[in-house]
C-alpha cells in the first residue's frame, strides 16, 4: 500500500501543476479582457480640450473670487480700443507691434494679414524668455471668416480664442499662445489676460457727420463719413416712394443700412412686435414714437427701426449678420440724427413757397 502512494506521487504533482499553470494563464486572460484602458484621444482633441479650458478659465475661474487689481498698472490702446491691467511685477513692460498672417481655405487661397500687439514683461531676456500676451486684432469681417473655418492662422488644429470685441474689432489669443513652450512667468500671465477689456471706439458726437437732406420727403439723417449714400432706386427698396441705403465695403463683404418711405407700407405686419427680438420704444426728432429691436426668426438677425408720420412710414433696417455691438451703435447714432424738416406738409412734401425761402 505504502509503495503504491509513492509509486502515484509524481502524477499527482503532475495534476496539480497542470491546473495551477492552466488557472494562472485564464486568470491573465480576464484581467486583460477586463482591464480598464484610457480612450484613444487623437492629439487635436487633446489641444482642444486644453485650449477651450484656457478660454473656459478666462470667464470661469474667478466667479466669486474676483482679482484684486488696485495696485496693479493699465495699458490702455486707443488705435484698437482695448486695455490691460498689468501686474506691479510688469513694470517697465514693452509693446510690441507684430503681425498675424493667413490664407483662406477656398479655392482662391487669399491671403490676410493683421494687427498682432505683443506685450512684454520688462524681466524678458535672451538667455531667459517669459511668457509674453500676444493680442490678435481682426475686423469683423476677418472674424467672420475664422468662424466659418474659412481663414487659417496657424498650423496648430486648433483656432483662435476670442477675448473680447468692440464696435469695430475682435481681439483674440492666437492657439498654443501659453502652455506650449518652458518660460517663466506663464501663470502670471494668464491672470492678466483675464483682466482684459474692450473700449468703445465712439462717441456720441455726430456732428462731423455726413448729412443726406431729402427735402421733397422733408426730413435729414446723418451717417458715418466712411460710409457711402446711395439714393438710386434697386430691386429691394419693397417698393417705397423714397430709398436711400448707407454702405460700407470692408475686403469682400458690403455692409448696408437701408431707409425707407412708404405712402401706405402694408407689409408693416413684418415687424410687429412679436417678431422682434430686443424691442425697445424710443422717441424720433423728440416728438415721433418708434419701435426698434431685430428680427426674431433669421439666422442672422437684422436690426430693424420703424414709425409713422404724416401719413407716411418710415423704416430703418441692416442687413443680416449686422446686430453686433459696433453696427448695433451705429445704427443708434443714425436714428438719434433722423430730424424731420420743418414746415413738412401733411403729405410729407414741402411747399415749392417753402423750398425758395
Known amino acids: 500500500m505504502q509503495k503504491q502512494n509513492s509509486h502515484n506521487l509524481p502524477k499527482f504533482i503532475i495534476t496539480m501543476s497542470i491546473i495551477l499553470l492552466i488557472g494562472t494563464l485564464l486568470g491573465s486572460v480576464f484581467y486583460l479582457l477586463n482591464k480598464t484602458q484610457a480612450p484613444d484621444v487623437p492629439m487635436k482633441k487633446i489641444e482642444q480640450n486644453q485650449n477651450d479650458k484656457i478660454s473656459n478659465d478666462l470667464e470661469n475661474e474667478n466667479i466669486g473670487n474676483e482679482i484684486e487689481t488696485s495696485d496693479w498698472q493699465t495699458y490702455q490702446n486707443e488705435e484698437y480700443g482695448f486695455e490691460i491691467t498689468l501686474l506691479d511685477s510688469w513694470k517697465g513692460y514693452s509693446i510690441l507691434t507684430e503681425s498675424w498672417n493667413g490664407t483662406t481655405l477656398d479655392e482662391k487661397s487669399l491671403e490676410y494679414q493683421g494687427p498682432k500687439i505683443v506685450i512684454r514683461n520688462s524681466k524678458w531676456s535672451e538667455s531667459q524668455s517669459w511668457q509674453d500676451i500676444p493680442i490678435l486684432v481682426f475686423t ?138 430686443q424691442i425697445e420704444h424710443i422717441t424720433i426728432d423728440n416728438k415721433i414714437s418708434a419701435t426698434k429691436g431685430q428680427t426674431k426668426y433669421d439666422v442672422s438677425p437684422a436690426l430693424v427701426g420703424f414709425w409713422t408720420y404724416s401719413s407716411r412710414t418710415y423704416l430703418l433696417r441692416s442687413l443680416p449678420h449686422m446686430a453686433t455691438p459696433e453696427f448695433k451703435e451705429i445704427f443708434n447714432q443714425i436714428l438719434s440724427t433722423f430730424k424731420f424738416i420743418e414746415n413738412v406738409n401733411m403729405y410729407g412734401k414741402i411747399p415749392a413757397k417753402i423750398e425758395n425761402i
Open 140 to 277: 469683423k469681417s476677418e472674424w467672420h471668416l475664422i468662424e466659418d473655418n474659412n481663414l487659417n492662422i496657424s498650423a496648430a488644429p486648433i483656432g483662435p480664442s476670442k477675448l473680447a470685441e468692440n464696435q469695430k474689432y475682435v481681439f483674440v489669443l492666437p492657439p498654443r499662445w501659453v502652455g506650449f513652450s518652458d518660460v517663466l512667468g506663464q501663470d502670471e500671465a494668464q491672470k492678466i489676460v483675464k483682466t482684459f477689456k474692450a473700449i468703445s471706439m465712439f462717441s456720441d458726437d455726430t456732428s462731423d457727420w455726413k448729412i443726406y437732406k431729402n427735402e421733397e420727403y422733408g426730413y435729414e439723417v446723418k451717417c458715418p463719413n466712411d460710409w457711402d449714400i446711395n439714393n438710386t432706386s434697386t430691386d429691394y427698396n419693397l417698393g417705397a416712394n423714397s430709398f436711400i441705403e448707407f454702405t460700407k465695403k470692408e475686403g469682400d463683404f458690403t455692409y448696408r443700412f437701408e431707409l425707407y418711405v412708404f405712402d401706405s407700407f402694408s407689409d408693416q405686419k413684418w415687424y410687429a412686435e412679436n417678431d422682434l427680438d
